[in-house]
């Protein structure tokens, strides 16, 4: 039986950081639209309540497209802020770095070798 390496603070700040970078993205989108930077063809007084909804969709939007954007292009992961993979994800438990050209996890155990 494998165990799992105990989680630390240190391995769950990748999925902190990739969760946080999309939620100020959709935030800011949001602040954009509700400041008329960015037009709506939305009436004034439905917007005002349309906001929420609009942040959640962005949130949402910004995540997904990024994610798929990393299958095909790798250095997009760091629009997610971070490289690295969060442990949690990683087949050791350990984490590791999201990088090289084919898309493939590299050095995910820290060691210096793929895989």
Request: hydrophobic letters at 40%.
């Amino acid at each position: 039986m494998t165990t799992q390496p105990p989680v630390t603070f240190a391995s769950v700040v990748p999925s902190l950081i990739r969760t946080y970078v999309p939620i100020v993205v959709g935030a800011l989108l949001s602040w954009l639209v509700s400041a008329e930077v960015i037009p709506t063809p939305l009436p004034e007084d439905a917007e005002a309540g349309m906001v929420t909804a609009i942040t959640a969709v962005l949130i949402g939007g910004y995540y997904t497209l990024v994610r798929l954007a990393e299958r095909k292009w790798p250095q997009a992961t760091i629009l997610l802020g971070s490289t690295k993979q969060p442990a949690a994800y990683s087949p050791n438990g350990k984490g590791g770095y999201l990088t090289g050209q084919t898309g493939r996890h590299r050095d995910l155990d820290g060691d210096g070798q793929a895989g």
